[in-house]
């Protein structure tokens, strides 16, 4: 990622957890209550949800997810351009059950050699500083932020979409050196927009019986979870570019020129997660192919690489598959 790293590291607080909308910029939070006003009366179902969400924004009541103290310093690693395996392992030390889970990734067949590492260090070691980055990034951000007591379903459900877009937004922008170390943190966080959405809901709606439906739930956030993710990154001091990839994902040849490359990563592996979960592979119909060759190629890959692409993804949903 690239910026004032020092900078947005002090922005996070060094105990963690320290998210205000004070520190989100005001263009955000008017983007937001400009699409739901757009779309907050369509459709009798999610009305009700999105006025909810309307009036945590405009009282100051929105809900934004908090990052551990672990995330907060690992976030901070993660941007040194100089990171070392070593920082990064003494980092994740301090956390005895965060350490274990990371452990376990990096033993997992996915990326396991034939003998397993009973140490942080060693497991980081022997799957390399890359993989190490993408390991921790996703371990942290489950354990921290991918949880929501009364929602745990829902959560289990975003944290798979998410961790599939990331690891399929990885494998298409990996090789470009702008953009390695951001690819698989942006599929991570491209769809924290919900999280917000169930926090300031479940917050609203705490003292009656009846919650909403998932499928109310996964409508509205359908609406709003592009211009919902700008706040909460932003609050949580990312780097503009992705930001601005979150916010332009669906649309990304409208994003900034800057940062359009990531955009247009995140749009195409996220076509070709939904078209994978579908049962889609190369040459199953021409109508996907073309959708997805057409996605893929500018960015330099032919259409029957997306099986080695999607097979990555599978074998990395395995590797994480007992996070929980």
């Not at 059950?97 to 997992?108: D, F, P």
């Not at 070691?125 to 890359?130: A, I, K, N, S």
């Not at 300031?200 to 709003?224: F, H, L, M, N």
Request: charged content about 25%.
């Amino acid at each position: 990622m690239g910026g004032d790293f020092e900078q947005r590291a002090s922005r996070r607080g060094a105990a963690g957890g320290d998210v205000r909308m004070s520190d989100v910029p005001q263009e955000y939070v008017e983007a937001c209550l400009e699409r739901l006003s757009e779309e907050g009366v369509e459709g009798e179902s999610r009305t009700p949800l999105l006025r909810v969400l309307e009036r945590a924004i405009r009282r100051d009541q929105l809900v934004l997810p908090m990052v551990s103290t672990t995330l907060t310093r690992v976030l901070g690693l993660l941007e040194r351009p100089d990171v070392a395996i070593t920082d990064l392992a003494l980092a994740v030390e301090t956390d005895p059950a965060l350490a274990t889970k990371i452990v376990g990734v990096a033993n997992s067949s996915a990326y396991a050699g034939i003998d397993s590492a009973s140490s942080v260090h060693d497991a980081l070691m022997r799957v390399g500083l890359e993989q190490a980055k993408t390991i921790i990034a996703g371990v942290a951000f489950r354990s921290s932020v991918f949880h929501m007591p009364g929602f745990e379903r829902e959560m289990d459900m975003l944290w798979q979409r998410s961790l599939a877009n990331a690891l399929a937004t990885l494998a298409l922008l990996e090789h470009d050196p702008r953009w390695r170390d951001s690819a698989f943190l942006l599929g991570l966080v491209q769809d924290v927009g919900r999280i917000v959405l169930l926090a300031t809901v479940a917050a609203a709606t705490a003292r009656k019986t009846k919650t909403p439906s998932a499928a109310t739930i996964e409508a509205a956030g359908d609406v709003i979870r592009c211009e919902l993710g700008a706040i909460a990154l932003s609050a949580w001091a990312f780097d503009d570019d992705l930001v601005d990839a979150v916010v332009w994902q669906e649309q990304p040849e409208q994003c900034p020129e800057a940062s359009r490359p990531l955009a247009k990563g995140l749009y195409a592996a996220d076509t070709l997660i939904h078209l994978g979960m579908r049962g889609w592979q190369p040459g199953a119909s021409p109508e996907s192919d073309m959708m997805v060759g057409e996605l893929v190629e500018p960015l330099g890959f032919e259409l029957q690489q997306m099986a080695e692409v999607l097979a990555l993804v599978e074998g990395g949903m395995s590797a994480f598959s007992k996070l929980g």
